[in-house]
Structures are given as structure tokens and as C-alpha cells.
């Protein structure tokens, strides 16, 4: 098997921040978009709960895209498709989705269009898994069906076909890619293959490449739009266009064997939950938020922030805060995150700080997670500085020692060719994380 061309990913690099939209019918149950799998409810009970109930009279995507736009996001990823097999729009191969429902429209194409409308690139989430789909083998692992005995999962597998369902999948795949426009990239999800010492063809013990036909789904896609840059969860042997790290932040930037950089982007949630959650409290506040946006930068990633719509159709309050929040902080310092990547290989930059850096313009940005007092030394930068300002403002920061602390032996503490930054004596106002910008000779 060959490897296939990577497509030219500098539109995903540059953007570095982007919006997740998980909504679909358990935005109606508002406890948890695996609230099929996690209460065990049968498809057909909870196709019958939900479908006819759905009704998004509120749905603005215009408001969507702009709350995105404003907090910097440069691109939007929505479930096309999640586990629970409902389609946001007007299927040719199901009766399962939004048009069938008191929606009775297509509810993905204005969202695209309205997102290409104010620039931002789009994604399509689409669930390679589906707990409704009459041909999808029930397995013991995922599901809400999970559970069943063995007789009850022969009885309820015998007359299913995963090669069926997965002519379902691939005609979906090719739907999407045919009449929905210029679509960015793919967020497949995802793969659970059997252990290694079972039967790979066995659906009933996990699914992977051949539960989905991987290779054929991906040359199919890209075929269909070789532009496109697709994710790492078909369980393919060679590597993806991205990867996806999961409620989490990798430590250092992701790899291949031989060295190379690999473009990622973490997906990580509000709160607990991907889907609308009423009762859900573990909110994070915004400068835990911003932090989290630094980090992946200042480690050559993206983060794909997550919003779950109510099942009317906006925006959870407490999502639209903190996009407020981080629009006012990108609003001041989007240049020290968008086009911006890791720092090249100066020493590590002081505790409670990051750096990004913008290699076109040679600059390199100081975050500054907690506000020291007075000075902030840079150790190697003495001598690769020529410019130093907050970045919010504009306003100079004075480097180097006044001979009064000379005198006091400060420069003797730290190594040669430390640069002193000159800092304020208060953080400023209202900036939850604050930025320097630095100018590089």
C-alpha cells in the first residue's frame, strides 16, 4: 500500500483555532450527545422520543459563524452525522434526518454557506459508527445495544450486513462531497478495531479498517475533492493529513518516525460534555480556555473548541460568555496566534510562559500565564531582540538592567545573553493573559 499525497495544509496551520458544533437529536434529551449508548435506549424507542420532537425554530447560523468570526475562529466543524445516525440534511440514502423532523429543511447547507459567507473555511463531521442503522452489526463494546446476551446478539445481528452498511456510509461520504461545495476537510469518527489476537472481520468485537473499508472510503474522498484533508480515525496504516488528540494537550509536538512534523488539533469541550447539557456545571472559565488555545500554538497545533446547540437551535449562554470573552483577548492579540507556530530553538522561555512565533514576520510572542514582579528574564535572547512591546497596546517595554541591580549582582545570577524585560509593576487591566511582543533581529 502506497502512501498518498498530503495536500497542502498551510490554510490549517495558519489558522490554528477553530469551532467544533456537535447538535443533533440529543440536544432534546440535553444530558450528553452518547445519551443513546450511555442509558441504553433502544434506536427504535429513541427515534420515536426524539425525531418528530425536533424543532429548531431559533436556528440562526448566521449567529453561529458570527460568534465564531469574532473569537478568531477561522474554521467550523459540524456533525454532519453522530453516532446516533440522525443527518442534518436532506439524505438521499435515509428517511433519518432533519427534513423528516419538525425542522423540515436541510439544516447543513446554511450553516456552510454562511460560513463561507464571512471567510471561514468548513469541516464535516461525519460518525462512522451508527446505532441506528438497520445493517450496522450491534458489537459488545459501543452502543446502546451493548449489553445484549448472546443469544439476544445473534438474534439481533442475524439479519444485518456490514457490507451493507458500509455501501450506506461510502454513498453518504460521496453525497456530501458531491453537493455540499468546497468542503475543507473530513472528521471521520471513529475506529474501535478487535485486539490483535481477534479476528479483524468479527463486527460483533469492534470495528476498524474493514468494518468501514477504509482505504476505499478515503480515495473516495479524495478523489472527490483532492484539496481535502482528512483526519486519522479510519485506522489507516499510513499516515493521516491530521491528527486529533482528545481532551487533551500532547506534551511536545506530534512526530512521524523520521522526524517530520505532523499537523494537529486538539478537540476539546466547554465542559464535560460534546452535546447540549442542561445540567452539565464543570465549566471552564476563559483564561484556562486562553491557555489552552497558547499551548497547542506554542506547540505547532490547533485547537477546535466545541459549542453544543440547544435543540431550538442556539447557542448555549454559557458557551456564548466565554466566546465573548476570547473575542475581546483575540480582538488585541490575534497576531500572536494566527500564522503563528512554535519558537525556533531558543532556550525554554521562563516558568508560567509560553512562547508562539509568527515566522513570517520574525516575531515571537511572550505569554505571560502568571505576572511577575519588576523584571521578566529571557535567558538567549540578549542578542536576537531589538523590539520589545505589549502587544494589546503597543507600548514599549524597556529591556536591559538599570545599574543599580548590576551593582546587586542580578545579571551574575542568570546565564550570559539573558534578556531583562522591564515589566510593569501591575498586570494590565482586564488582558487575562497578557502578551510581549517581541522584534527579532
Not at 434529551?29 to 429548531?56: K, S, V
Not at 452539565?280 to 476563559?286: H, I, Q, V
Request: glycine letters at 4%; hydrophobic letters at 40%.
Amino acid at each position: 500500500m502506497t502512501t498518498p499525497a498530503t495536500p497542502n495544509s498551510t490554510w490549517f496551520t495558519d489558522a490554528r483555532f477553530g469551532m467544533f458544533i456537535h447538535w443533533g437529536l440529543y440536544a432534546l434529551g440535553a444530558r450528553h450527545e452518547w445519551l443513546m449508548h450511555n442509558e441504553q435506549i433502544p434506536p427504535a424507542d429513541y427515534e420515536a422520543r426524539y425525531l418528530h420532537r425536533f424543532n429548531p425554530d431559533l436556528y440562526d447560523p448566521h449567529a453561529w459563524v458570527q460568534a465564531a468570526a469574532d473569537a478568531g475562529m477561522k474554521y467550523i466543524v459540524i456533525t454532519a452525522k453522530h453516532h446516533e445516525g440522525f443527518c442534518l440534511w436532506d439524505s438521499a440514502f435515509t428517511d433519518y434526518k432533519a427534513t423528516n423532523s419538525p425542522a423540515k429543511r436541510d439544516l447543513l447547507r446554511p450553516l456552510l454557506d454562511a460560513a463561507r459567507s464571512r471567510g471561514l473555511r468548513v469541516g464535516l463531521y461525519y460518525s462512522l459508527l451508527d446505532w441506528h442503522h438497520p445493517d450496522y452489526i450491534i458489537d459488545t463494546r459501543i452502543g446502546p445495544l451493548r449489553n445484549s446476551t448472546p443469544e439476544q446478539l445473534a438474534s439481533l445481528n442475524k439479519d444485518r450486513d456490514q457490507s451493507r452498511y458500509t455501501a450506506y456510509l461510502h454513498n453518504q461520504v460521496r453525497e456530501l462531497l458531491t453537493h455540499y461545495g468546497h468542503i475543507d476537510l473530513m472528521w471521520f469518527d471513529f475506529s474501535y478495531p478487535p485486539s490483535a489476537d481477534q479476528p479483524q472481520d468479527d463486527f460483533t468485537l469492534g470495528k476498524g479498517r474493514l468494518a468501514w473499508d477504509s482505504q476505499r472510503l478515503h480515495d473516495l474522498a479524495r478523489q472527490l475533492q483532492p484539496h481535502l484533508l482528512i483526519n486519522n480515525r479510519l485506522d489507516l496504516p499510513f499516515p493521516p493529513d491530521f491528527i486529533t488528540p482528545e481532551q487533551y494537550l500532547p506534551v511536545r509536538p506530534p512526530t512521524l518516525p523520521d522526524g517530520t512534523l505532523v499537523p494537529w488539533e486538539a478537540c476539546q469541550t466547554f465542559s464535560g460534555s460534546w452535546g447540549y447539557h442542561r445540567d452539565e456545571s464543570t465549566w471552564r472559565d476563559t483564561p484556562e480556555l486562553l491557555r489552552t488555545l497558547i499551548s497547542c500554538v506554542s506547540n505547532s497545533g490547533n485547537l477546535l473548541l466545541n459549542v453544543g446547540p440547544t435543540a431550538r437551535g442556539q447557542l448555549d449562554p454559557r458557551a456564548l460568555a466565554r466566546l465573548r470573552d476570547i473575542a475581546a483577548w483575540m480582538h488585541q492579540h490575534a497576531p500572536a496566534i494566527h500564522g503563528c507556530t512554535s519558537a525556533p530553538a531558543f532556550p525554554a522561555p521562563p516558568p508560567n510562559t509560553l512562547y508562539t512565533y509568527n515566522p513570517a514576520l520574525n516575531r515571537l510572542y511572550l505569554h505571560i500565564l502568571a505576572w511577575p514582579y519588576k523584571f521578566l528574564p529571557l535567558p538567549g535572547l540578549a542578542d536576537r531582540v531589538a523590539y520589545a512591546q505589549l502587544l494589546h497596546d503597543a507600548s514599549e517595554v524597556k529591556t536591559g538592567l538599570e545599574d543599580w541591580f548590576i551593582h546587586q549582582g542580578l545579571d551574575k545570577q542568570l546565564p550570559p545573553n539573558t534578556l531583562f524585560l522591564n515589566l510593569p509593576a501591575t498586570a494590565p487591566h482586564d488582558i487575562p493573559v497578557p502578551v510581549v511582543e517581541l522584534f527579532l533581529k
